[in-house]
């Protein structure tokens, strides 16, 4: 699942770590910021102030040595000779002692150089690379805007951010990638269990109709739909609001006996708002809580059908409009949530097929494009193949 937009995510990481990692290898010396440069340079002069305090005290002790010499000289020549011996030997002993402070400096400094980068990254340094993550984001079927906003957001977390570490550019690029997608897939998402636990107070079912264009998944996704709530301790109701496709009142029978539910049916061709009052009228007499519409796949430009969806939802008030589209069907997917939002308004989506999906464009645009939530994802063609979309759960794929 979204292999292509994992591939591209990860190896953003990897492209933007070994740029910079390759060019701070390269840093001379003269880049090295200022500040390490003053820490550097104070290091040394600290070095040099403790040297001329042990300097200091040999000195003194060289003069007054050498004003004894002058006074008592060809009295205690002896003594003149102890003193120049021991000149010689502090002299030397203030060589070592300078050497040492020099070295101890010297070592310290290219020790901070090899431990301690300086490089604050610039636009120069991404930019190629996020040109590069733009592109292969739009093949992957990811949204213009989105993909845009994703790498704007990178490029502002990145750029300035001083690198200490090399490990640090990885964990850097990682964070600013995982922060973009998190805002994409950020949309306010709804609770349906609350939801229905709600309806379970009041009386009132939940009312979930489901529209989309044909074959995207709407009759499988109502049966695994089905499955959740009756796994979450409710019972669903589902109504044959497709009246209208050859095969499509036997096709949902059939799940709902699978599934061990009651449908509301009427015969083919009848009035598909109809047959959704019916099944809120029973949800209500039998105290059942969820109440889900199927109905008729149908274009954007088939305006009998549009207008059709329309008079269901004028009737039945669903609580919930779910736009179910396919995910392999990438930026057209996007585009008919779009056109079905401005027609009848979309509440959230269930995104189907996302096993199949190698790409995963749809998955990371579709709710940030229309700005509803996507409420599940359909992986496969068994009841249980449905997960309740969380934004945390596909960042964590994704990076
Ligand atoms: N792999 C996979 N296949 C799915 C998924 N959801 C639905 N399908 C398959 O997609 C095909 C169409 O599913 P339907 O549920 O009939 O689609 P629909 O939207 O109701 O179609 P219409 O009623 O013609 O508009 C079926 O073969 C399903 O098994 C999914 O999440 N993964
Ligand atoms: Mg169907």
Known sequence: MFESLKKKFNGTIGKISDKISDEEEKTPLDDISEEKKEKTTSKKSESFEKLEKIEEPVLEKEKEETGVREKLSGIFSKKEEKADEKTVENSKKTEVVHKKHEDEADEEKSGMFSFVTQKTISENDIDDILFELEMSLLESDVALEVAEKIINSVKEDLIGKKIRRRSDVAEFTRVALRKAVSEILGVETKDLKEMAKNAQKTGEPLK???????GTGKTTSIAKIATYFINEGYTPVIAASDTFRAGAIEQISYHAEKIGIKIIKHKKGADPAAVAYDAVEHAKAKGKEVVLIDTAGRMQTNVNLMDEMKKIKRVVKPDIIVYVGDALTGNDAVEQASKFDDAVGVDGIVLT?????????????????????ILFLGVGQSY????????????????
């Open 384 to 399: 249980e193949d449905i997960l309740e979309f969380k934004a945390e759960w596909m960042v964590e794929q994704l990076i």
């Open 353 to 373: 097929k996302a096993d199949a999906d190698a790409k995963g464009g749809a998955a990371l645009s579709i709710g940030y494009v229309i700005n509803k939530p």
């Open 208 to 214: 979930i109709m489901f529209v989309g264009i044909n």
